[in-house]
């Protein structure tokens, strides 16, 4: 069996980095995925053929494949669905575009063409000792509205103790003028202003790849994610943190669905007793959502689509 796996040009963006993450989770030696890349304007003039079967990273911004297109696709064609509502399956995604959808997200059942996967975690390697004796508190992602990175600084700041705090916003296509590196710089700013003498507060704008990224996850207590926002599908930017093995401070925001039968989130619990108390869930997160479990997964798809895998 040999499928080819579609994935949008490279980008420091969530969705380009999620399709990477999915094509790595599914190897397998009981078929042969081929690897491509391609732009917007390329999309819908390709035409895909030779292949068992096709899987598409579609999205509706960065690669809207359309309908007709698709028609041209000759084997069993596989759309990928990361930004699941909490209620709908699909909310941007048509149920006629593909064969069978990997729907992104553990929390929903498997009905007619539209399979649940969970987000694929990594492998941790070479993890970093905590930075310092101090709580070391950390947050890092792209800005984007909702996801209010001074929140923590403040309520850090009320704790009164001495920590070291490290926000990482690196620069970022596909989030308009909120990737642009004048206005982090402007916006990192005012979050130095937060703090106080009891809180050494560093800000950066460091893009790093995973490797680099679950390391820097490594070296905090608590990584926190401060999301109040109501957009389709779950946190990417957790994926690291996870596999660093460290704290992790949620809040209830609809975004971390799919972490809450596993830990606790705030205010329900306060930061240093998440530093603890998430541990054993993290640990059954990575059980749960391992690559092995993925790929599993993935070839039940194929087993019900294609006879013989």
């Known amino acids: 069996m040999n499928g080819l796996f579609i994935n949008q040009e490279k980008a420091n963006c969530s969705i380009y ?18 690897y491509m890349e391609v732009s917007k304007k390329d999309m819908n003039v390709f035409n895909y053929t030779g292949y068992d079967f096709y899987i598409f990273n579609w999205h509706h911004n960065t690669l809207p494949i359309s309908g007709d297109a698709l028609q041209k696709v000759r084997g069993l064609k596989i759309g990928i669905v990361l930004e699941v509502g909490p209620r709908i399956i699909k909310p941007y995604m048509s149920k006629d575009l593909f064969d069978a959808y ?3 997200d553990p929390t929903k059942e498997k009905m007619d063409k539209f399979y649940p996967f969970p987000r694929p975690l990594e492998k941790a390697e070479n993890l970093l000792p905590l930075l310092s004796d101090k709580p070391v508190f950390g947050i890092f992602g792209f800005l984007s509205p909702g996801k209010n990175f001074a929140e923590p600084i403040r309520i850090v700041a ?76 779950l946190s990417a930017v957790t994926d690291q943190a996870i596999v660093a093995n460290r704290g992790i401070a949620i809040t209830d925001c609809n975004t971390f669905r799919h972490m809450r039968p596993y830990i606790n989130y705030y205010p329900e619990e306060d930061f240093l007793s998440l530093t603890e108390s998430t541990l054993p869930g993290i640990r059954q997160m990575q059980i749960d959502w391992s690559n092995e479990n993925f790929v599993l997964r993935f070839r039940e798809l194929l087993s019900e689509k294609l006879i013989g895998v």
């Not at 980095?17 to 081929?34: H, R, V």
């Not at 206005?183 to 507060?201: C, E, F, H, P, Q």
């Not at 680099?212 to 994610?225: A, H």
């Open 17 to 34: 980095e999620s399709g990477l993450m999915i094509y790595n989770a599914i190897q397998s030696p009981f078929y042969k995925i081929d």
């Open 102 to 104: 990997m729907v992104i």
């Open 158 to 233: 009320e704790m009164g103790i001495e920590c070291i705090f490290r926000i990482n916003i690196p620069e970022a296509a596909n989030t308009g003028h909120f990737g642009s590196l004048s206005v982090l710089t402007a916006y990192g700013k005012r979050l130095l202003s937060l703090g106080n003498n009891k809180i050494d507060l560093r800000v950066t704008h460091d893009y790093m790849e995973k490797p680099d990224l679950i390391r820097w996850c490594s070296q905090n207590s608590l990584n926190i994610f401060p999301y109040h926002r109501e957009v389709p599908g």
